[in-house]
C-alpha cells in the first residue's frame, strides 16, 4: 500500500490544519465534523472487519460511504436533516484529500459526487402568547431553581436565542443599565449579534444576578446546573420539558404540541412576523444567515395567508360568475 493512500496523515492535517487554521472553524463545528468522520471509521472498520488505524483512505470508496448513509437512517433511525450533516462532514474531508493528495483524487471525486438527499419541509410549530405565558409562569418563585427556570424560559421566549446562545450568555454580555437593556449573543459561525431585552426579562436578570452575587461586568455564566456550571444543553431542554409538563395540567392543548427550547424561537417569529416586522429585521435578530431561512416563518403563518385571501376577494365567497357573449369565448368557457 502506498503511503499517500494511509488515512490517518490525511485526517490529522484535515482536522489540525484545513479545519483550525486555514477554515477558522468554530469548537462547535469541528467536534461535529469529527463525531460524523468517527462514526464513518468505525463503521467502516467493522464492516472490512480491520482495527481503525489499519484503514486505507481507499477503504472508504463510495459504496462504503453510501452503506454508511444508509445505516444512519435504517438502523439509527436519524433523519433525513442529520443524514445530511453528516455527509457534508464527509465531503468536507474530502475536499481536503483531493486537494492535500493529488494521487487520491479519484477516490475523492466518487466520494464527492454523492447527493444531498433532499428532506420533506414539515411545518413549523409555535406557540401562542397565553401559551408561552402559561409555561414561562409554572416554575415555583419561591425556590432558587423555580426563579432560575423562569428566567431562563423568559429568556428564550424575549429573545428567540438558540439554545446554545442562550446557555452561553455571561453576565458581561448584558447592558442591564442601559435605557434600553440588550445582550450579546454569540451565534453560529462565529456571528455575533446585539439584541434588545424586554423589562421583563431585563427584572428577572437583574434579580438572579443579584441573587448570586455577580457584578454585571463579570464573565461568569448567567445559567448554571446544581454544581454552579454553566448550564448543559440537556439541562436546558430539561427546564423546557419539566416546565411544559406542568403547564400541559392547565392547558391541556400543550402535550399535542412538540414543545422543546427552539420552539420559544419559532414563537417570537411569528410573533414578530404577526405585529408588521419586516423579514430582514427578523433575519437579524434571529441571527439567519439567509433570509431564505426567515421566510419559513411567512409560509407557515396560516392567519396571515387566511387574510390575503380576504383582502385578495378569493374568501371562497361566491360572486357573479362570468357570462361571455362572444361564441369563442363561450366555447373556452366550457372546456
Known amino acids: 500500500m502506498s503511503e499517500h493512500l494511509l488515512l490517518a496523515p490525511l485526517l490529522e492535517s ?5 479545519l483550525t487554521k486555514q477554515r477558522n472553524a468554530t469548537p462547535a463545528t469541528v467536534a461535529s465534523y469529527r463525531d460524523a468522520l468517527r462514526m464513518l471509521i468505525i463503521f467502516a472498520a467493522t464492516r472490512l472487519a480491520k482495527k481503525p488505524a489499519a484503514l486505507a483512505l481507499e477503504d472508504l470508496d463510495r459504496d462504503l460511504v453510501l452503506a454508511f448513509l ?3 437512517e435504517e438502523k439509527r433511525n436519524n433523519v433525513i436533516a442529520t443524514r445530511n450533516a453528516r455527509l457534508a462532514a464527509i465531503r468536507s474531508f474530502f475536499h481536503h484529500v483531493a486537494a492535500a493528495d493529488p494521487a487520491s483524487f479519484g477516490i475523492a471525486q466518487r466520494v464527492l459526487t454523492i447527493p444531498i438527499k433532499r428532506a420533506h ?6 406557540l401562542t402568547k397565553a401559551e408561552v405565558d402559561a409555561l414561562i409562569a409554572v416554575p415555583d418563585q419561591r425556590t432558587s431553581r423555580g426563579r432560575r427556570d423562569r428566567t431562563f424560559l423568559l429568556f428564550l421566549a424575549r429573545t428567540g436565542a438558540r439554545v446554545s446562545e442562550a446557555i452561553g450568555v455571561n453576565a458581561n454580555d448584558l447592558q442591564l443599565e442601559r435605557q434600553h437593556p440588550q445582550v450579546l449573543l454569540h451565534g453560529k459561525g462565529r456571528r455575533d449579534r446585539v439584541i434588545p431585552i424586554a423589562r421583563d426579562l431585563a427584572r428577572a ?11 454585571n461586568h ?3 455564566p448567567i445559567f448554571v446546573g446544581v454544581r454552579n456550571e454553566r448550564l448543559t444543553r440537556f439541562g436546558a431542554t430539561h ?9 400541559a395540567a392547565i392547558r391541556p392543548v400543550l402535550s399535542d404540541k412538540p414543545i422543546s427550547p427552539h420552539i420559544f424561537r419559532h414563537s417570537l417569529a411569528m410573533k414578530l412576523l404577526q405585529s408588521g416586522v419586516d423579514l430582514l429585521t427578523i433575519q437579524a435578530w434571529l441571527g439567519h444567515s439567509q433570509v431564505a431561512t426567515t421566510h419559513r416563518y411567512a409560509a407557515a403563518d396560516v392567519e396571515m395567508m387566511r387574510n390575503g385571501l380576504e383582502k385578495g376577494g378569493v ?3 361566491r360572486g357573479v360568475r362570468f357570462r361571455p357573449n362572444d361564441v369563442v369565448l363561450q366555447l373556452l368557457n366550457s372546456i
Do not use: M
Open 121 to 126: 419541509i414539515e411545518v413549523t410549530h409555535h
Open 239 to 247: 427546564i423546557v420539558r419539566r416546565a411544559a409538563a406542568k403547564a
Open 205 to 215: 436578570l437583574t434579580a438572579l444576578l443579584s441573587e448570586r452575587g455577580i457584578a
Open 315 to 317: 374568501d371562497g365567497n
Open 14 to 18: 484535515y482536522f489540525r490544519r484545513r
Open 70 to 72: 444508509d445505516e444512519l
Open 218 to 220: 463579570e464573565p461568569r
